[in-house]
């Protein structure tokens, strides 16, 4: 059974950081494309960034771009997002979401190539 975890949301005030982590049981994180998705108040999910398998190929959103980093740890089954200088527009439930049929080196952006999703976790940014 697959099952994804996010972890490391909160309260942020704006221009903090935080860094999301998506653990993976019953699957190897690092043979997929896994992408990072957000749904604010009010407001449709999109897609934040993605990652391929073989760490080859990346996808930043335009507005989260020289702010945001994903990566993977493969020894601990994870991929991070990093959030640097958070703005009150990023605030949303955040999910990661792994693509079982991507090609290699190549990640996609829209919702429904996803077949696997964690719960999310809530960022907050406010002062």
């Known amino acids: 059974q697959v099952k994804l975890v996010e972890s490391g949301g909160g309260l942020v005030q704006p221009g903090g950081s935080l860094r999301l982590s998506c653990a993976a049981s019953?699957?190897?994180?690092?043979?997929?494309?896994i992408g990072w998705f957000r749904q604010g108040p009010g407001k449709e999910r999109e897609a934040v960034s993605c990652?391929?398998?073989?760490?080859?190929?990346?996808w930043y959103r335009d507005s989260v771009k020289g702010r945001f980093t994903i990566s993977r740890d493969s020894a601990k089954n994870s991929v991070y997002l990093q959030m640097n200088d958070l703005k009150p527009e990023d605030m949303a439930v955040y999910y990661c979401?792994?693509?079982?049929?991507?090609?290699?080196?190549?990640?996609?952006?829209?919702?429904?190539?996803?077949?696997?999703w964690g719960q999310g976790t809530q960022v907050t940014v406010s002062s």
């Open positions: 019953g699957l190897a994180l690092e043979h997929f494309a």
């Open positions: 979401a792994a693509d079982l049929g991507a090609p290699d080196d190549w990640c996609n952006t829209p919702a429904e190539a996803y077949d696997s």
């Open positions: 990652i391929s398998n073989k760490e080859i190929s990346e």
